[in-house]
């Protein structure tokens, strides 16, 4: 196989070998690869070569690696001086001639005098050559020494070799595996695993069962640790006193960069042993200080391999000895002692500590380490239901913000299905997971039964109850009319009563602003579903203003649902430089059923504005697919957009908006107004509502059912009061078409360039196409070449080095790209290619 890595050693180490007479020392800690160095040159080195290995103390025989080496007849009887002077005699007569011996940390007193006697008379096309680990040399300084043996006119190398580089990890496991290359996350567990020693990747990866991808970084994170690094450092464990072993141990348990004092605390050895410990433990390898003052093992199978060797009962005392050293130091790492008290068997301070570590995790953002301690919580046999209810109800808090839900929704289900008491224990679970179905999954009526479900378990607990009626009450989903639902608000505002603090009436406050704002009325709350509500109404700057200051506190959810809701001002407001790349990233993003409809939407008018008729309908179709229960908005603006290019009915939708009173966020909608008593209706019932967008649209529908030429003014004015720059370009076209028709086709000429220039080609295609017709000579402007759906010739090269595992900075690096440029290019092949990651490239772009 290729040495992978090594390129300036094996340059230094040919050059030495060279430059005969010399002696060169190959130095590096265990599995670094220094013998493979040695046969790299070797196989290239027209000489010949004489093999010895020195062997650990218990199986030394004096002088055997020369004896190996050279055969037993040369070592004749007599003088030591005598020996050793035949050795030389021999080699002087040898010709080109290098002598290797091997692994001089475990050299006998005999083998060292002989070396230094011969370091000292160099035959001249003679080299030699000591490898050596430096943390096992007990008689390091003798080793060294031999370079100060070396006669005038001879060269003394030291060649050190070091753990592989990140990128040279990648190289030696793409050839082991057979690939091209690799993911990042696939290197980067490697070189936390293997400290980047190439034994150890390569032992690590001989197993042929490992998968590939995500399932080869968990088979590797659950891989034992090699059988020859087991052997290896039980070997190195066996050479160092017990209480050094002890700390070993203690480092191998904790399992991360703790202080010197809890080292010892954990192995029970102080004082001066405890700093002949670290010492030695330092010096030979063993220990690592990644951190000043902290201290651990060198990389995860060491660690791993070592943990291994200890006795199961020794395992059990040491995790309860490491969670009460780890209990002593402020901020306590509840998650690190939660851990220690479960493998040490102490189950009851592991829930406390779990239950703890979770909410400190919350609390800072870190959801998904919350998600992760509460799962694990919740597998126990151990708790009462009360207790796995409430854990539950915290897990789907905390699985809510990373919007990875399908985990927590199957243990919430199988938590609530193991009691059929109700209770306010089983109320409260309904209502998490009720919310959960209804605002994320897309189960809108399953999470509603929940929801109804909750209201009557909750009993005393009246904001829990308020909480579940307010979000029934959002007129957005279900089908009841909006009268039941405002019903359900007021009384879950009389739960609440007067009361502004606490999550449940901040819950509620929240609910009744959504209502608010879906008919027609402000409100001065906030928040992101605040943000998306006040976009359908048309208040787009305020909701910009909102969907900023939510930016600020961002969470994995929170970031894709303000994607989304970006993207939708972005599309009206004509704002579509790289639009198609950023809905692509959100898209990336998120598994989230709603938002994903939210930026289908987008793409889909996108997609028919630039004139891909049938890839905006396939969209449209799913995100029509995703709302039949709600949210209404996106059902009803996917409807509208859809009926323009199809027979797709209005009635269902029309009647829909009735009944929730869903005028002021169905403008899009009601633009298409089949009759003209529906637009007065409209026109009158959103004359009074704050919702600019609906207005805009009312005195659209009012222009086409009287075909007046000022009043499409008014509306393209209204929608461009309120950023709606390809609104009001609608408006202009329709315009454009009334004054054509009466032979006038400038207006209609210039809103073509507009969309042209916007990058809504097809729309002005339609222009254009009307022009012409009606006799009127055009010509669409040139610019520079376009690939439509197909992959331009950066795009392709791009997307090959993607689907072969390159990241974008190392893409950017081999095509001297910058990384934003590679990442513009890679998104323009996923949104071609029709792929959401960038692992379901390599089939459509192989060679």
């Known amino acids: 196989m290729k040495l992978v890595g090594r390129e300036h050693e094996l340059r230094a180490l040919r050059t030495a070998v060279r430059a005969a007479p010399g002696l060169v020392l190959v130095v590096g800690e265990a599995g670094v690869g220094k013998s493979r160095l040695v046969a790299e040159v070797q196989g290239s080195h027209p000489a010949r070569w004489l093999m010895g290995q020195c062997r650990p103390v218990e199986e030394q025989i004096p002088l055997a690696p020369v004896i190996e080496a050279m055969g037993e007849p040369v070592l004749r009887s007599g003088t030591r001086h005598a020996v050793f002077s035949s050795v030389v005699e021999r080699l002087s007569g040898a010709g080109p001639t290098v002598l290797v011996v091997e692994d001089l940390q475990w050299a006998d007193p005999g083998t060292l005098q002989l070396l230094r006697f011969l370091a000292g008379r160099l035959p001249r096309e003679f080299v030699l050559i000591g490898t050596y680990r430096p943390e096992d040399a007990q008689q390091a300084g003798e080793i060294t020494a031999l370079a100060g043996c070396v006669p005038v006119g001879a060269r003394a190398s030291e060649v050190r070799v070091g753990p592989l580089s990140a990128d040279a990890v990648q190289g030696l496991a793409a050839e082991l595996l057979g690939v091209k290359s690799l993911p990042s996350a696939l290197i980067d567990e490697l070189v936390k695993r293997t400290g980047s020693l190439p034994f150890v990747v390569e032992e690590l990866l001989r197993d042929e069962t490992l998968g590939k991808g995500d399932a080869l970084i968990q088979a590797l994170a659950d891989k034992p640790a090699p059988v020859a690094l087991r052997a290896s450092l039980?070997?190195?464990?066996?050479?160092?006193?017990?209480?050094?072993?002890?700390?070993?141990?203690?480092?191998?348990?904790?399992?991360?960069?703790?202080?010197?004092?809890?080292?010892?605390?954990?192995?029970?050895v102080a004082g001066h042993q405890l700093t002949t410990a670290m010492d030695t433990g330092l010096a030979r390898g063993l220990l690592g200080e990644p951190k000043p003052g902290l201290y651990d093992l060198r990389h995860a199978l060491a660690r791993r391999a070592i943990y291994e060797t200890i006795p199961p009962d020794e395992v059990r005392r040491l995790h309860r000895r490491a969670a009460s050293a780890l209990a002593s130091v402020e901020p306590p790492d509840h998650a690190g002692i939660a851990s220690h008290s479960r493998l040490g068997g102490s189950l009851g301070d592991w829930m406390i500590h779990s239950e703890l570590a979770a909410e400190h995790a919350a609390n800072r953002g870190d959801h998904a380490?919350?998600?992760?301690?509460?799962?694990?919580?919740?597998?126990?046999?151990?708790?009462t239901w009360a207790d796995r209810a409430r854990l539950a109800v915290k897990l789907g808090q905390s699985a809510s913000p990373t919007g990875q839900l399908d985990d927590a929704v199957a243990v919430m289900r199988g938590v609530l299905g193991s009691s059929t008491v109700a209770s306010a224990s089983r109320g409260r679970l309904r209502l998490a997971l009720g919310l959960l179905l209804q605002e994320q999954t897309g189960s809108v009526c399953v999470g509603r039964r929940e929801l109804a479900a909750a209201v009557s378990e909750l009993g005393?607990?009246?904001?829990?109850?308020?909480?579940a009626l307010s979000a029934l009450a959002v007129p957005t989903v279900g089908s009841e009319a909006v009268g039941e639902q405002r019903a359900w608000l007021e009384r879950a505002l009389l739960l609440v009563g007067e009361y502004s603090e606490g999550e449940a009436q901040l819950a509620v406050r929240r609910n009744q602003a959504r209502f608010r704002l879906s008919v027609g009325e402000l409100d001065e709350a906030d928040g992101v579903e605040v943000a998306g509500a006040l976009a359908w109404l048309g208040h787009d700057r305020r909701s910009t203003a909102l969907l900023d200051r939510a930016a600020e506190t961002e969470n994995p959810f929170t970031r894709t649902a303000i994607a989304a809701i970006r993207a939708r001002l972005d599309f009206t407001a004509g704002n579509w430089t790289g639009l198609a790349d950023r809905l692509a990233r959100a898209r990336?993003?998120?598994?989230?059923?709603?938002?994903?409809?939210e930026l289908d939407l987008v793409d889909g008018r996108l997609h028919l504005a630039q004139g891909d008729v049938a890839g905006g309908k396939q969209l449209l179709e799913s995100v029509s697919a995703a709302t039949a229960h709600g949210p209404w908005p996106l059902r009803a603006a996917a409807t509208a957009a859809l009926h323009r290019h199809t027979d797709v009915p209005l009635d269902e939708c029309i009647a829909l908006v009735i009944r929730k009173d869903g005028w002021p966020w169905a403008s899009d909608l009601l633009t298409c107004a089949p009759t003209h008593e529906l637009a007065l209706k409209f026109a009158a019932t959103v004359a009074d509502r704050d919702a600019p967008a609906a207005n805009a649209a009312a005195t659209f529908v009012q222009a086409v059912s009287e075909q007046s030429a000022s009043l499409f003014t008014t509306a393209a004015d209204q929608y461009r009061a309120i950023g709606r720059h390809y609104d009001e370009t609608v408006a202009l076209e329709a315009r454009g078409q009334l004054l054509l028709a009466n032979g006038d086709p400038n207006d209609l000429i210039s809103v073509a360039n507009t969309y042209e220039a916007m990058g809504?080609?097809?729309?002005?295609?339609?222009?254009?196409?009307?022009?012409?017709?009606?006799?009127?000579?055009?010509?669409?402007?040139?610019g520079r070449r376009g690939y439509g759906n197909a992959l331009s010739p950066r795009e392709l090269e791009v997307a090959r080095l993607a689907a072969e595992g390159l990241s974008n900075s190392r893409i950017a690096s081999t095509l001297t790209l910058s990384v934003s440029t590679v990442e513009d290019h890679l998104s323009h092949a996923m949104r071609k290619l029709e792929v959401r990651s960038r692992h379901d490239l390599a089939p459509l772009v192989t060679r």
């Open 369 to 383: 380490v919350a998600v992760a301690q509460l799962t694990e919580m919740l597998r126990s046999e151990a708790l």
């Open 234 to 268: 039980t070997i190195r464990l066996q050479q160092i006193p017990g209480f050094c072993r002890s700390v070993i141990r203690a480092a191998a348990v904790l399992d991360a960069p703790v202080s010197e004092a809890i080292l010892g605390s954990v192995a029970e």
């Open 460 to 467: 005393s607990d009246l904001g829990s109850a308020a909480w």
């Open 760 to 782: 809504a080609r097809g729309d002005a295609r339609r222009c254009r196409d009307a022009l012409r017709e009606a006799g009127v000579a055009v010509s669409p402007k040139r």
């Open 588 to 597: 990336a993003e998120t598994a989230l059923p709603f938002i994903r409809a």
